[in-house]
């Protein structure tokens, strides 16, 4: 028994909605594209049985999210992969002393992260500190 158009138009209006609720990252996009391209083939009669409506849906949305969510995230600017990595080179406030070769929490885009002071000497409370590099949630720090 084949799958009525509506449906398959329900479940890509479904998963558009939920895409723009969760900040994933261009994933659900695509299987929603798939089910309304499903539901536009299903409607003019060229889908077939419910086996192969199901087999359009994966196929489309599958090809689909290869062939074009890269390019649409970087022209979109999108790279959240890549955001931590550009924090190297900003400046830090710590919010208590660290000491050398210790370990402290500082301040970053208004947010307090754990930090390793990296530098020669002693880092006191609100110094201003470069960001050397961050591994995980810890901030590499010189004063």
């Known amino acids: 028994m084949a799958l009525s158009w509506w449906l398959w138009l329900l479940l890509g209006c479904l998963l558009l909605l939920l895409e723009l609720l969760t900040p994933a990252g261009f994933y659900l996009f695509f299987f929603g594209a798939g089910a309304l391209a499903t539901a536009l083939l299903v409607s003019i009669g060229v889908a077939g049985p419910a086996w192969f409506q199901w087999l359009l849906f994966g ?10 969510r890269k390019p649409l995230v970087k022209k979109l600017g999108h790279t ?63 004063g």
């Open 59 to 68: 196929t489309i949305s599958v090809v689909s999210f290869m062939l074009f």
């Open 80 to 142: 959240p992969e890549h955001e931590v990595d550009s924090m190297v080179g900003e400046t830090a406030v710590a919010l208590a002393d660290i000491e050398v070769h210790g370990v402290g929490k500082a301040e970053l885009r208004g947010a307090s992260w754990s930090a390793r002071n990296v530098g020669d000497g002693l880092i006191l409370t609100g110094q201003r500190c470069r960001v050397e590099r961050i591994e995980g949630l810890m901030l590499y720090i010189r």
